[in-house]
């Protein structure tokens, strides 16, 4: 069967930059730097994609080129033979799964709350009616499993209906619209009084938050949200890289994919931050509650609260829509690499098994409240998050890197034939030293002491 390709490499771009901007940037970025001492958590939060993301991306691009299949087949196609790299791509798909299994939960969050705020249900709302609001929607299983499935079945029905005619359109449209709406927030949360102090919790890092917690916690938290946003490890973006021809190097193209991340968590940092300090600045570090209860509050007590609020949701639910539609071309690229079926059957027989995986998060806020699998206060949503990032994605970009460093795998000089055919950036010649010891041994080191931290501290 002939590999689709995209029609554009703007389509390439922005496919790969919609799996990339999601979630990540506006609910997990803000309120991890709320938590973790903004400036200084940041700073970190940067030097990891750039040092390790970003590398570790063109690594994921240039299997994915080569190869010509999804993390299914990939290195089935390009491993020596009898090696075992192959199993990565049974890792790859579970970890697309369990992304997918927490994610469209908390995107049906998003698009719950951009039709409350629409409606305007919290004009005049007092703080803890706005806090009982967010309380009401968990313990309810009919509003999280039902927009779960909304999610789900709108994600797949775009992917069954073609990658170009449907995938990579509404992408372009979705992505488009993401920005435009990203900039308008942006400009008015400059105007607002808290801007000064926004922007200098943000940007200017502050070593008290050492007091608060170990410097390996929040590296450790920084290096998982630069695997998380860019979604590198799981084989997520390697797909787009077999749906693109060879006419472009794929050091370029990883930077413009990671710097246009970059930006949309920035951003979305300042119009969180300036909004907060301007009307909630106590409120900083309200942890995963500061979009859902922070936010809604300080919207309410805004000029035009009602409408900056329905922007601003409706932003994030193009985020995670534009995710959502990403990973699941990947889940459904991966079945027909394995199985030869259409795009269409691939779809319909994801929908049941998505659904399925994700009402233990869905239903973890209320049925399933009594169950914490991960001891007092936890629920299947932490549970499935810590499997992912600080587990699947680490690991699995040490395998993607190590595959293509040594002679045991598909080797240096294949990577770096593949990774610079074509016009654009070239990527240094003379960095196997660093792909071979230095990112492994951070990726390991971190690892070992956040398990300590999580576990031991």
Known sequence: MERERLGSRLGFIFMSASCAIGLGNVWRFPHLAGSYGGGFFLLIFIACLLLLSLPILAVEFAVGRASQRSIARSFHQLQPQGTKWSLMGYVGMAG???????????????????????????????????????????????????????????????????LRNSVERVTKIMMSGLLVILLVLTVNGLTLSGA??????????????????????????????????????????????????????????????????????????????????????????????????????????????????????????????????????????????????????????????????????????????????????????????????NNILPLGALVYVLFCMTKLGWGYQNFMTEVNEGKGLRFPSNLKWYFTFIIPAVILFVLTMSYIDKFAG
């Open 96 to 162: 697309n799964y369990i992304l997918m299994m927490f994610y469209t939960t908390i995107s049906g969050w998003m698009i719950n709350y951009f039709f409350r705020l629409a409606r305007g249900d919290f004009s005049g709302a007092t703080p803890d009616q706005v806090g009982q609001t967010f309380g009401s929607m968990l313990a309810s299983p009919f509003q999280n499993v039902g927009w779960m499935v909304v999610m789900v079945v709108a994600g797949f029905l775009v992917c069954a209906l073609g």
């Open 196 to 389: 000064r102090e926004g922007l200098a919790f943000l940007f200017v890092p502050r070593l008290d938050i050492l007091n608060e917690y170990s410097l390996f916690k929040i590296i450790s938290e920084a290096m998982g949200q630069a695997f998380f946003t860019v979604s590198v490890g799981m084989g997520s973006m390697a797909i787009f890289g077999s749906y693109i021809g060879k006419d472009r190097r794929l050091l370029g193209e990883s930077i413009n994919v990671g710097l246009l991340d970059m930006t949309v968590s920035l951003l979305s940092g300042i119009v969180v931050f300036t909004a907060v300090f301007t009307f909630a600045p106590g409120s900083v570090a309200a942890g995963p509650g500061l979009v859902f209860v922070t936010l809604p509050n300080v919207f309410a007590a805004m000029p035009l609260g009602r409408f900056w609020g329905a922007l601003f949701f409706l932003f994030i639910t193009f985020a995670a829509f534009t995710t959502v539609i990403a990973v699941f071309e990947n889940l459904i690229s991966c079945f027909t690499d394995i199985t030869g079926w259409s795009r269409k059957k691939a779809a319909l027989a994801n929908i049941p098994i998505v659904i399925a995986g994700s009402l233990p998060v869905a239903l973890g806020f209320n049925v399933l409240s009594g169950v914490q699998p991960m001891g007092e206060g936890s629920g299947f949503l932490d549970l499935y998050d810590f499997a992912l990032s």
